[in-house]
């Protein structure tokens, strides 16, 4: 009998520098989750992003591109009609899901910081579940605003409770359960993208100023 497909989980932080991590022997701080995964699954010891700049770095990313055939700047919106990671998973039979920070849309300083920008389902990068933001010009962590769909159903646009990572990682962890307890069993490709450490480097507040 062959092996099944494995799934895969994607997690990123914005601005995170790689040695800021327990398993890359930084004395600084504790990742101890980070750290399992790390065990459990792959560590690309060489990897580093080929641009210093946001949304090209994340236009990189999602397609496999050099930044300057994928998103030249902010201001500059990644194509719909290129193909990204999404499609590649697709090809091969997965189903695809994306949480939190997208930032590859363009960037207009005119538009109100709340509610969020919204991103037509058609510059979503094709993934079959996409549950995110544009981006936030404050980068506060308390105040996001998200939308999209999730397969053919359309989420409208509301606000996350509490601190931005959390959040998010509550949404992403019940799509996993999700996506497990399905009969097909198909295998999935799901990204969770937050935005710390990011500056303002506001941190979860504790238990007792909640």
């Not at 995964?37 to 496999?64: D, W």
Request: overall charge negative; charged content about 25%; some cysteine.
């Amino acid at each position: 009998m062959a092996k099944p497909p494995p799934n895969l989980i994607w997690i990123f932080g914005d601005q995170h520098r790689a040695q800021a991590l327990g398993f890359r022997g930084d004395p600084n701080l504790s990742t101890p989750n980070l750290d399992r995964l790390a065990s459990q699954g792959l560590s690309f010891e060489k990897a580093l992003t080929n641009s210093p700049l946001c949304c090209p770095a994340r236009g990189s990313l999602l397609t496999g591109k050099y930044p300057q055939h994928a998103v030249q700047g902010h201001a500059e919106p990644l194509d719909p009609d290129t193909p990204t990671i999404a499609h590649a998973f697709k090809d091969n039979g997965y189903h695809t899901a994306w949480f939190g920070k997208w930032h590859v849309d363009g960037k207009d300083l005119s538009d109100a910081p709340t509610p969020e920008k919204i991103v037509p389902r058609q510059r979503r990068g094709g993934f079959d579940t996409w549950i995110g933001y544009e981006n936030k010009n404050t980068n506060t962590l308390y105040d996001i605003w998200i939308h999209g769909h999730r397969d053919k159903e359309e989420i409208p646009q509301h606000r996350l409770p509490g601190f931005e990572t959390d959040a998010l990682s509550d949404h992403f962890i019940a799509h996993l359960e999700e996506m497990a307890s399905r009969e097909t069993q198909q295998p999935f490709f799901a990204s969770l993208s937050v935005q710390p450490p990011h500056d303002p480097y506001t941190p979860a507040r504790t238990m007792d100023e909640r």
